[in-house]
C-alpha cells in the first residue's frame, strides 16, 4: 500500500510563486502520479499529472502557470505554481495510481491535502 506525505502549500499574493511536494512511501508499483485540486464550495478538479514513462499532462486552467515533475527516484512528485492567481485558492491533494503487487490490482492513494490560499 501506497502513503502520500504532502507539502509546500501556504498563503502568497497574487502573481507569487509555490512548490508543492508529495513523497511516496510503499513498495507498491507507481504507474502515475498527480494533483488535484478543490477549490471551496466546489468540486475537486484535475490539476496534473505525470506518468512513469515522463508523460505530462496539465489542466487548461493552469496551462503555462504550472509544472509538474518528479524526482529520478520516482517517489516524489512536485507542482510548480507560477503566476498564482485568486482562483487557484483550493485545497491540493496528491494522487498516485499503482499496482498492489500483492494482488496486482490497479489503485490509487491520497494525500492529506494542502492548501494554498492567493490573496488578491
Known amino acids: 500500500q501506497v502513503q502520500l506525505v504532502e507539502s509546500g502549500g501556504g498563503l502568497v499574493q497574487a502573481g507569487g510563486s509555490l512548490r508543492l511536494s508529495c513523497s511516496a512511501f510503499g513498495s507498491d508499483s507507481i504507474n502515475t502520479m498527480g494533483w488535484y485540486r478543490q477549490p471551496p464550495g466546489k468540486q475537486r478538479e484535475l490539476v496534473a499529472t505525470?506518468?512513469?514513462?515522463?508523460?505530462?499532462h496539465i489542466a487548461d486552467s493552469v496551462k503555462g502557470r504550472f509544472t509538474i515533475s518528479r524526482d529520478s527516484a520516482w517517489n516524489t512528485v512536485y507542482l510548480q505554481m507560477r503566476d498564482l492567481e485568486p482562483e487557484d485558492t483550493a485545497v491540493y491533494y496528491c494522487?498516485?495510481?499503482?499496482?498492489?503487487?500483492?494482488?496486482?490490482?490497479?489503485?490509487?492513494?491520497w494525500g492529506q491535502g494542502t492548501l494554498v490560499t492567493v490573496s488578491p
Open positions: 505525470i506518468t512513469r514513462g515522463g508523460t505530462t
Open positions: 494522487n498516485v495510481e499503482y499496482t498492489d503487487i500483492s494482488t496486482w490490482r490497479g489503485r490509487d492513494a
